[in-house]
């Protein structure tokens, strides 16, 4: 927080703008210091400054500085984004959260599978006259929508042939219309 007591030539940005002298106890001073004029001239166009004026001084000295602060980011928003403003950020942001939510929800989702996959893999052992490691026999995986699958020995983990996350575009072995 600067005052203009600190700068004896130099007038508050607020009484800069209005072009009026800024006497000593200027409720602008301490909050619109005169190396931001931009930030009044933006508090100025979408409140007023009488509007600033009377908020200012209904509240108590130490509400101001946040109150003043938050007008300017509300100002600056209302600038750059007309009809929504802050709410229009917020919105933006929140849609962001909700995107990188869904994410992290399905980045655990394939840990999971994953994990499970090496759980029965290592359940699992192959039978003893297998010849190196490659038999006819098949393992048992979970599937993505319950119930599980069969994967050939030679197949390597994780094969999610019908994942709806796969990226690779495998598309549901029923053709979406039943549930194992």
Request: contains cysteine.
């Given at each position: 927080?600067?005052?203009?007591?600190?700068?004896?030539?130099?007038?508050?940005?607020?009484?800069?703008?209005?072009?009026?002298?800024?006497?000593?106890?200027?409720?602008?001073?301490?909050?619109?210091?005169?190396?931001?004029?931009?930030?009044?001239?933006?508090?100025?166009?979408?409140?007023?400054?009488?509007?600033?004026?009377?908020?200012?001084?209904?509240?108590?000295?130490?509400?101001?500085?946040?109150?003043?602060?938050?007008?300017?980011?509300e100002a600056e928003a209302r600038i750059r984004?007309?009809?929504?403003?802050?709410?229009?950020?917020?919105?933006?942001?929140?849609?962001?959260?909700?995107?990188?939510?869904?994410?992290?929800?399905?980045?655990?989702?394939?840990?999971?599978?994953?994990?499970?996959?090496?759980?029965?893999?290592?359940?699992?052992?192959?039978?003893?006259?297998?010849?190196?490691?490659?038999?006819?026999?098949?393992?048992?995986?979970?599937?993505?929508?319950?119930?599980?699958?069969?994967?050939?020995?030679?197949?390597?983990?994780?094969?999610?042939?019908?994942?709806?996350?796969?990226?690779?575009?495998?598309?549901?072995?029923?053709?979406?219309?039943?549930?194992?």
């Open positions: 927080m600067s005052s203009s007591s600190s700068n004896y030539n130099s007038p508050c940005a607020a009484c800069k703008f209005l072009r009026r002298k800024c006497m000593p106890g200027c409720i602008f001073a301490p909050y619109f210091p005169p190396e931001e004029p931009h930030k009044f001239a933006n508090v100025h166009k979408i409140f007023g400054a009488s509007n600033v004026t009377k908020l200012l001084n209904e509240l108590l000295p130490h509400q101001r500085e946040d109150a003043v602060n938050s007008l300017a980011y984004d007309p009809v929504y403003g802050c709410v229009g950020a917020i919105s933006f942001l929140q849609r962001q959260v909700d995107r990188l939510q869904k994410e992290l929800d399905s980045a655990n989702a394939d840990l999971v599978r994953y994990a499970t996959c090496n759980d029965i893999q290592t359940a699992a052992p192959l039978p003893a006259n297998s010849s190196q490691g490659v038999s006819n026999s098949v393992h048992m995986i979970m599937a993505p929508r319950g119930g599980y699958y069969q994967t050939p020995n030679n197949i390597p983990y994780p094969y999610l042939p019908w994942s709806d996350n796969n990226p690779s575009g495998g598309g549901d072995i029923n053709g979406g219309g039943g549930n194992l």
